[in-house]
């Protein structure tokens, strides 16, 4: 059992595109008259936009801003916020701007607004950092959160690309070193690895449009996850590390964070194998430092230590500097394995993950993908680029040995040579493991007000015999009689007339016409057409429960694994009408055996039915003697355009 302490940080958050437009409503939300707006000089028009959004609740500015949050310039925005009377503090910008107002905030007490144009996160920390005589300090407080953040997407529309790919690498830092803080618990995670997914996602498409919205949007929300870990975890090696480069040799923020990101992952990874785990299957890689370290040489993304104007020959009073003060990390820190990170990062050196399965055939998926690249159909090239990731990685998972995949192809091919015209083992393949009615789901159950819809199974004949109403499709097989009468209409309730509707079934002993040579033409299965008011009635005998079959491939396999091979008691039905969508679906005996176990996973609860038993008098006036059953059902089809 996992025992976990969570803390969830109140504060209100706005986003969207356009939403600077409800800024003054937000200042005045919180009591704000006179607000003081903080900024830097590379935000001249975003500070215009807030300027005007801001109106005449605007009574000072302050755009001197500077990375790391020097407390010079902290005292120098605290003396403009003085003399300017200021009751709120409105901050545009990045992690340095928000820094600010933080350090304002909390030397005076003065409610934030806080709107972000990178994907720092800051915003939503009770975190601060500052920097005094070159070293960086980091302090956290209820008082220094800001109460309110305005995300709005367009803002961030002028960030340009290095920017924003460090900006989101600095935001994929938090949600990753959350996964393996000592005090990580399960809804950090979640929002760590859905960060963590989103920028992996997203960056490469904003590389290659940074004018999309929809890319740049997604970057804003995992930002704002991630800053959500930041705030409610402890952070590690890697912050600990790019704190002391930024405030003891004045290296850029977010820069540095994406140098050290994939090393301090490296360096960790031993220590926490299942927070890897999890990043490289959020990233869709073999392995997690590497996979970082990939992403962001791919980007064009700073991957040297050196490239940022590092000296090496200071690699080592870095390093001593990251361990002098003790703080929780995965792996023991120690001086000599901290320097050795620091100088695969001054270098740029890729990290080498484990010789893992996944790694072994990273390279060759990727070529196999590559393969696809100009297929003239992109719903073919997209499909056959899931299935081969997929397939790799399922063999990688495993482990896959020779045999083993020999085994498979065997299966396989012990399943094609069963199929043909009155026997399809293939299908019954796909139907038993449940993928069958996976695509029958997501293929033909987004409308709701039409009748579920249900695999159509193997032993379905194409062109079934016409037969008028009324009529007895059961060939004189034994059985109980079943009266069936059924209606077809639209979703409105409208009847449907003119519609073709092929019906079949097996007999009592559970088998159907084609399973039977002894027979003489098809029984128990035919072609009806509704009438004007939409009806259709026949005669057949109440469908038994049936198992599918057992000497095939696909009969040893679930013999193999336990499973029974029955199926639940069931009518088919197949409905085309013009101008409406195409119906295949099942009704099952209400009290039939095995309706909670059906061996394809065909049933739904709205498909089972009242087969109801009867006695005396048919609606046709046939004589039967003893119990007859009878069925009504409304079937509801979607018109095309639905």
């Given at each position: 059992?996992?025992?976990?302490?969570?803390t969830?940080?109140?504060?209100?958050?706005?986003?969207?595109?356009?939403?600077?437009?409800?800024?003054?409503?937000?200042?005045?939300?919180l009591?704000?008259?006179?607000?003081?707006?903080?900024?830097?000089?590379p935000?001249?028009?975003?500070?215009?936009?807030?300027?005007?959004?801001?109106?005449?609740?605007?009574?000072?500015?302050?755009?001197?801003?500077?990375?790391?949050?020097?407390?010079?310039?902290?005292?120098?925005a605290?003396?403009?916020?003085?003399?300017?009377?200021?009751?709120?503090?409105?901050?545009?910008?990045g992690?340095?701007?928000?820094?600010?107002?933080?350090?304002?905030?909390?030397?005076?007490?003065?409610?934030q607004?806080?709107?972000?144009?990178?994907?720092?996160?800051?915003?939503v920390?009770?975190?601060?950092?500052?920097t005094r005589?070159?070293?960086?300090v980091?302090?956290?407080?209820?008082?220094?959160?800001?109460?309110?953040?305005?995300?709005?997407?367009?803002?961030?529309?002028?960030?340009?690309l290095?920017?924003?790919?460090?900006?989101?690498?600095?935001?994929?830092?938090?949600?990753?070193?959350?996964?393996?803080?000592?005090?990580?618990?399960?809804?950090?995670?979640?929002?760590?690895?859905?960060?963590?997914?989103?920028i992996?996602?997203?960056?490469?498409?904003?590389?290659?449009?940074?004018?999309?919205?929809?890319?740049?949007?997604?970057?804003?929300?995992a930002?704002?996850?991630?800053?959500?870990?930041?705030?409610?975890?402890?952070?590690?090696?890697?912050?600990k590390?790019c704190?002391?480069?930024?405030?003891?040799?004045?290296?850029?923020?977010?820069?540095?964070?994406?140098?050290?990101?994939?090393?301090?992952?490296?360096?960790?990874?031993?220590?926490?194998?299942?927070?890897?785990?999890?990043i490289?299957?959020?990233?869709?890689?073999?392995?997690?430092?590497?996979?970082?370290?990939?992403?962001?040489?791919?980007?064009?993304?700073?991957?040297?230590?050196?490239?940022l104007?590092?000296?090496?020959?200071?690699?080592?009073?870095?390093?001593?500097?990251?361990?002098?003060?003790?703080?929780?990390?995965?792996?023991?820190?120690?001086?000599?394995?901290?320097?050795?990170?620091?100088?695969?990062?001054?270098?740029?050196r890729?990290?080498?993950?484990?010789?893992?399965?996944?790694?072994?055939?990273?390279?060759?998926t990727?070529?196999?993908?590559?393969?696809?690249?100009?297929?003239?159909?992109?719903?073919?090239?997209?499909?056959?680029?899931?299935?081969?990731?997929?397939?790799?990685?399922?063999?990688?998972?495993?482990?896959?040995?020779?045999a083993?995949?020999q085994y498979?192809?065997?299966?396989?091919?012990?399943?094609?040579?069963?199929?043909?015209?009155?026997?399809?083992?293939?299908?019954?393949?796909?139907?038993?493991?449940?993928?069958?009615?996976?695509?029958d789901?997501?293929?033909?159950?987004?409308?709701?007000?039409?009748?579920?819809?249900?695999?159509?199974?193997?032993?379905?004949?194409?062109?079934p015999?016409?037969?008028?109403h009324?009529s007895d499709?059961?060939?004189?097989?034994?059985?109980?009689p079943?009266?069936?009468?059924?209606?077809?209409?639209?979703?409105?309730?409208?009847?449907?007339?003119d519609?073709?509707?092929?019906?079949?079934q097996s007999?009592?002993?559970?088998?159907?016409?084609?399973?039977?040579?002894?027979?003489?033409?098809?029984?128990?299965?035919?072609?009806?057409?509704?009438?004007?008011?939409?009806?259709?009635?026949?005669?057949?005998?109440?469908?038994?429960?049936?198992?599918?079959?057992?000497?095939?491939?696909?009969?040893?396999?679930?013999?193999?694994?336990?499973?029974?091979?029955?199926?639940?008691p069931?009518?088919?039905?197949?409905?085309?009408?013009?101008?409406?969508?195409?119906?295949?679906?099942?009704?099952?005996?209400?009290?039939?055996?095995?309706?909670?176990?059906?061996?394809?996973?065909?049933?739904?609860?709205?498909?089972?039915?009242?087969?109801?038993?009867?006695?005396?008098?048919t609606?046709?006036?046939?004589?039967?003697?003893?119990e007859?059953?009878?069925?009504?059902?409304?079937?509801?089809?979607?018109?095309?355009?639905?």
């Amino acid at each position: 059992m996992r025992t976990f302490v969570h803390t969830s940080h109140p504060a209100r958050v706005l986003f969207g595109s356009g939403t600077v437009g409800d800024l003054a409503e937000e200042v005045r939300r919180l009591g704000g008259s006179r607000v003081l707006l903080l900024s830097s000089p590379p935000l001249a028009e975003a500070s215009a936009r807030v300027r005007d959004a801001l109106g005449g609740l605007l009574a000072a500015e302050f755009d001197g801003a500077a990375m790391h949050t020097p407390t010079e310039v902290t005292e120098a925005a605290l003396a403009v916020l003085r003399e300017a009377d200021a009751d709120c503090l409105v901050s545009v910008g990045g992690g340095s701007t928000t820094g600010l107002s933080k350090a304002l905030a909390v030397r005076t007490d003065l409610p934030q607004v806080v709107v972000p144009t990178t994907y720092a996160g800051s915003e939503v920390t009770p975190v601060l950092g500052e920097t005094r005589d070159g070293h960086k300090v980091t302090r956290s407080s209820p008082a220094i959160l800001p109460e309110t953040v305005v995300y709005d997407v367009d803002f961030t529309l002028s960030l340009p690309l290095p920017m924003s790919i460090t900006s989101g690498v600095n935001a994929m830092a938090h949600a990753v070193e959350a996964l393996y803080s000592a005090d990580a618990d399960p809804v950090t995670d979640r929002r760590a690895l859905d960060a963590i997914s989103l920028i992996g996602r997203a960056l490469p498409r904003l590389a290659a449009d940074p004018s999309d919205l929809v890319a740049r949007a997604d970057l804003l929300q995992a930002a704002w996850l991630a800053g959500t870990c930041l705030a409610t975890v402890g952070m590690g090696l890697h912050h600990k590390l790019c704190h002391t480069l930024g405030g003891s040799f004045g290296l850029p923020h977010a820069e540095t964070h994406t140098v050290i990101l994939p090393h301090a992952m490296a360096y960790n990874a031993p220590a926490a194998p299942d927070a890897m785990r999890r990043i490289a299957r959020a990233l869709d890689v073999p392995d997690a430092p590497s996979g970082v370290y990939d992403l962001i040489a791919t980007l064009g993304g700073p991957t040297s230590l050196s490239a940022l104007g590092m000296p090496e020959a200071e690699l080592g009073r870095a390093a001593e500097l990251a361990v002098a003060t003790p703080y929780p990390n995965p792996r023991e820190l120690t001086a000599q394995g901290i320097e050795g990170l620091l100088a695969d990062a001054w270098h740029g050196r890729r990290p080498q993950g484990p010789a893992t399965a996944d790694s072994l055939t990273a390279r060759l998926t990727e070529q196999v993908v590559a393969s696809f690249a100009h297929a003239p159909d992109p719903r073919v090239r997209t499909l056959l680029t899931a299935l081969v990731r997929h397939l790799h990685s399922f063999v990688a998972e495993q482990d896959l040995t020779d045999a083993e995949w020999q085994y498979a192809i065997d299966f396989l091919t012990r399943t094609g040579q069963l199929c043909g015209p009155t026997r399809q083992e293939f299908v019954l393949l796909s139907d038993v493991l449940g993928v069958s009615s996976a695509v029958d789901l997501l293929t033909n159950s987004r409308t709701p007000d039409t009748t579920p819809s249900a695999v159509l199974g193997p032993f379905y004949v194409e062109g079934p015999p016409e037969a008028p109403h009324g009529s007895d499709i059961s060939g004189g097989l034994p059985g109980t009689p079943l009266w069936v009468d059924v209606r077809i209409t639209d979703t409105a309730g409208t009847p449907v007339k003119d519609a073709v509707v092929d019906v079949w079934q097996s007999n009592e002993d559970g088998f159907y016409d084609v399973q039977l040579p002894e027979l003489e033409g098809p029984v128990l299965r035919a072609r009806l057409r509704s009438d004007a008011e939409g009806r259709l009635t026949f005669w057949s005998i109440l469908p038994s429960e049936y198992p599918i079959p057992e000497d095939g491939p696909v009969g040893r396999m679930l013999s193999a694994v336990g499973r029974h091979p029955y199926r639940a008691p069931h009518l088919h039905f197949m409905i085309d009408a013009p101008g409406h969508r195409r119906l295949v679906t099942q009704l099952f005996v209400a009290g039939g055996s095995y309706l909670d176990s059906d061996t394809v996973f065909g049933v739904k609860d709205e498909l089972v039915v009242d087969f109801a038993p009867q006695t005396g008098p048919t609606p046709d006036g046939r004589s039967v003697d003893g119990e007859w059953r009878r069925l009504n059902h409304s079937f509801r089809i979607a018109p095309l355009t639905d």
